[in-house]
């Protein structure tokens, strides 16, 4: 750990419950490259909610974070800056294939989660793609998909390029984000889930964010993340 991620992790969570409080902790406090840094400012992001205060610490040291916060609460910041950082720490770019894939319950959470990291990652020397399926032809989202970094997908639209498109390769995969865990259970993605999750690689960095920590959940948990490693956090909008 460096010594600014040292000072951070030790600090206290924010006392503060309102998202973005005025005198909240700053994004611009955190060991964030200066990519992320300008996009965060041209997103106008600059006091952490607190899951975001809660979990990015953890992400940055490399853990996997289980966190669980209302709706509303700024969970895709949460994941999205650790895993741009992770990516630029390791000098992912362009021609390095797929680094990090978030899975996303529905077409429409995952545009809005595209949107932020259009922002949010502007500035990184980083390709990203939404594979949602819809009116997009397959086989144009195909060659897509294989020289993409940053993937935002829904599951069944995923798992078919997973096991039908040639030279789509997710063993170097770095980052997995599974977004709105709770939604993706109850929309009974369960054994989509299972079998995206064979194609991906062991080693890896994953970060489930829930809005309610259900059994199912939990189950998710234990078959997705490092149980080595993970953080569990839980934050409140009141
Ligand atoms: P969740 O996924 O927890 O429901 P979102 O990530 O969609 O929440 O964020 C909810 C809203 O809060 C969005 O409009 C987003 O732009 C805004 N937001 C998130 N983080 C911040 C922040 N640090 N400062 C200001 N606004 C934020
Ligand atoms: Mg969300």
């Given amino acids: 750990l460096t010594q600014l991620e040292q000072r951070v992790l030790n600090e206290a969570p924010p006392k503060g419950t309102q998202a973005a409080a005025a005198g909240g902790r700053q994004f611009s406090q955190l060991p964030l490259s200066r990519r992320t840094l300008q996009g965060l400012e041209s997103g106008k992001f600059d006091s952490m909610t ?114 039908q498109t040639p030279g789509f390769d997710a063993s170097q995969l770095q980052v997995l984000v599974l977004d709105e865990a709770d939604r993706l259970l109850d929309m009974g993605f369960r054994e989509q889930l299972n079998s995206v999750l064979t194609y991906l690689p062991l080693q890896r960095q994953t970060m489930l964010f829930s809005a309610t920590q259900t059994r199912s959940v939990k189950d998710l948990a234990r078959l997705s993340l490092n149980r080595d490693t993970v953080e569990y956090i839980s934050a409140q909008l009141v």
């Fill in 50 to 163: 607190e899951i975001q205060a809660a979990s990015i610490p953890h992400a940055l040291a490399g853990r996997d974070v289980l966190g669980a916060a209302s709706t509303g609460s700024g969970k895709t910041l949460a994941f999205l800056v650790p895993l741009l950082e992770k990516l630029h720490r390791m000098r992912w770019t362009f021609g390095d294939g797929l680094g990090a894939l978030v899975v996303s319950p529905t077409r429409e959470l995952a545009l809005q989660i595209f949107e932020v990291l259009r922002v949010v990652g502007g500035k990184h020397l980083l390709s990203a793609g939404l594979i949602v399926g819809g009116k997009r032809d397959f086989t144009e989202e195909q060659a897509m998909v294989s020289a993409t970094n940053i993937l935002i997908a829904t599951p069944g639209r995923l798992l078919q390029h997973l096991e």
